[in-house]
């Protein structure tokens, strides 16, 4: 349901959601500016009402800081990501197939399925069934990114961690990998 806070002459609105679960009453204001309360399901709105009172300068500053921030950052349009997506996918398996089979020439681990996903934030993974994932971005960056790309999931499948040994794996095949990560690290949240 839509409720609205004023401060100063200025209107916010939140959502309020009453829950069974929760214990506490909850504040959060997310990047866009939306505020969402929860609402304990036994808890008085009057408490409610109260604690928003404490809060309403903060809650104001938080919106305003998010309006912001996005005025700033061009929305991510997601209809453009889905087409760079599909236009990438085949290209992108392409790669993690042939870069998987060549450096497996030399670790000699067994994997079952390798796919292609639309993730936002990760680059690869590999699950506890020996299926390899990875970003279609992989078709985008640079030989040697997907490369590297490649190594970290394929010794995943023998260390599933980020242990010493697990780069010691990879070191093998990737001896400047630290220096590839931290660039990977970098470029996937834009
Ligand atoms: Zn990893």
């Known amino acids: 349901m839509i409720h609205q806070l004023i401060h100063n002459g200025e209107i916010i609105e939140y959502d309020l959601i009453e829950s069974r679960r929760a214990r506490k009453l ?9 505020v969402k ?3 304990p399901h036994r808890m008085a709105l009057r408490h409610m009402h109260a604690f928003l009172r404490d809060k309403i300068a903060w809650i104001f500053s938080k919106v305003e ?10 929305p991510r349009d997601h209809k453009k990501i889905r087409e760079e997506y599909v236009g990438n996918k ?14 497996n020439r030399h670790y000699g681990f067994s994997y ?3 796919l292609i996903k639309n993730q936002k934030t990760r680059w690869g993974s590999c699950s506890r069934l020996g299926n390899l994932n990875f970003n279609y971005k992989i078709a985008l960056i640079r030989p040697e ?12 499948l023998r260390q599933m961690n980020h242990s010493k040994k697990f780069w010691e794996l990879v070191a093998l ?3 400047n990998y630290k ?8 470029g996937l949240l834009n």
């Open 145 to 156: 990114l997907a490369d590297y790309l490649v190594v970290h999931e394929l010794c995943h």
């Open 37 to 39: 309360v929860t609402l």
């Open 112 to 114: 079952r399925r390798v």
């Open 179 to 186: 220096i590839l990560r931290r660039e990977l690290r970098r």
């Open 26 to 34: 909850r504040l959060a204001v997310f990047p866009g500016g939306r």
């Open 90 to 103: 085949e290209a992108a398996l392409k790669i993690a197939n042939e870069r998987l089979e060549h450096f």
């Open 65 to 74: 800081y998010y309006k912001k921030i996005v005025s700033i950052t061009p």
């Open 173 to 175: 095949t990737i001896p």
